[in-house]
């Protein structure tokens, strides 16, 4: 579906959708759940996106003008990761379970036209692996036990969840329904893998079985929900909710707010107040390796 490729490839351009004469200030923020709140560790007059959470809890990872860069849980910059060639890196990257390995969605700096692939690389960074042959493709999930991964992609127009060994080879199709399918997420027993979809005609979160079986909707309200990121304990998902609906895009630069979804009872509630955010505020897992707490963005304009 030609539309949705546009959508998705809309969202995926901040250029597109800053103000003219506005730049873009982004602030990292950790979440406690024990007492509720935030702590901003670090605000900068630039746009930087999508944190993950280091499986020793040591830093930070966030992307910002296609490189990968390392961020104290206290703030402190400590350097970017080594990617080799892989120097234009979207906001989909994120740990495997044990911590060794590194998932990396990038363009190709010799493809002018709008491109994402998936690479594999150590932790600690080195020479990078291509897994995906096709594009567009974004990662946003691996298995507990390392062997697969799962990620969305537009195939014949259309985006959908797939899968691939680690190891590289042919992909899996797990959903194929009419619009876009997103965000797929293992949880940490490998039972369920967690997407937003809009099979509903409203973006929700839905789980499915790991071989894509089972499609089961977790949200039902007339909010646009993304993203579900899932606790250590495998009890509860962040999700990123957009406070006006946005079809099947997930722009920058909205009103939204992160939400807790009870994974038994479907229960949600609010964890903070709406702020300016979207594309780039928690797009990968973000849990700290104790479960306790989360990193997302918060942005804001300020005139150039």
């Given at each position: 579906m030609?539309k ?7 969202a ?10 506005k ?13 509720g ?7 900068e ?6 944190p993950n959470w ?12 296609g490189k990968?860069?390392?961020i ?25 379970f ?12 010799d493809?002018?036209?709008?491109t ?29 036990d390392g ?6 992609a537009a195939?014949?127009?259309n985006?959908?969840?797939y ?14 329904t ?6 797929p ?9 967690y ?13 499915m ?13 007339n909010?646009s ?6 606790a250590?304990?495998n ?13 099947q895009a ?5 009103q ?20 300016y ?23 804001a304009?300020?005139?150039?």
């Amino acid at each position: 579906m030609k539309k949705i490729l546009a959508l998705a490839l809309i969202a995926s351009s901040l250029s597109a959708q800053v103000p003219a004469g506005k730049k873009v200030i982004s602030s990292l923020y950790i979440y406690d759940l024990k007492s509720g709140k935030s702590e901003k560790i670090l605000e900068e007059k630039r746009h930087f996106e999508a944190p993950n959470w280091s499986r020793d809890g040591k830093f930070l990872l966030i992307n910002a003008y296609g490189k990968l860069e390392k961020i104290s849980p206290q703030g402190e910059k400590l350097g970017e990761l080594n990617t080799g060639t892989v120097q234009k890196a979207n906001n989909d990257h994120g740990f495997s379970f044990d911590g060794k390995t590194l998932y990396i969605s990038s363009a190709k700096a010799d493809i002018k036209e709008h491109t994402s692939f998936i690479y594999q690389v150590a932790a600690e960074g080195g020479t990078p692996v291509q897994l995906t042959p096709l594009t567009p493709s974004y990662w946003h999930g691996v298995s507990p036990d390392g062997k697969t991964m799962v990620y969305c992609a537009a195939r014949n127009g259309n985006y959908d969840v797939y899968a691939m060994s680690t190891n590289g080879g042919d992909e899996i199709r797990l959903t194929s329904t009419d619009g876009l399918d997103d965000g797929p997420e293992y949880s940490p027993d490998g039972k369920y893998i967690y997407i937003n979809s809009y099979r509903s005609g409203m973006m929700q979160i839905w789980r499915m079985k790991a071989d894509g079986s089972e499609p089961e909707q977790m949200t039902f309200d007339n909010y646009s929900n993304w993203f579900a990121h899932i606790a250590p304990n495998n009890n509860v998902a962040t999700i990123i909710t957009y406070l006006e609906d946005q079809a099947q895009a997930h722009p920058f630069g909205r009103q939204i707010k992160l939400r807790l979804l009870d994974l038994k009872t479907k229960k949600i509630k609010d964890l903070t107040e709406a702020f300016y955010g979207g594309q780039g505020t928690i797009n990968v897992p973000s849990w700290s390796p104790d479960g306790k707490k989360f990193a997302y963005v918060r942005y804001a304009l300020e005139d150039l």
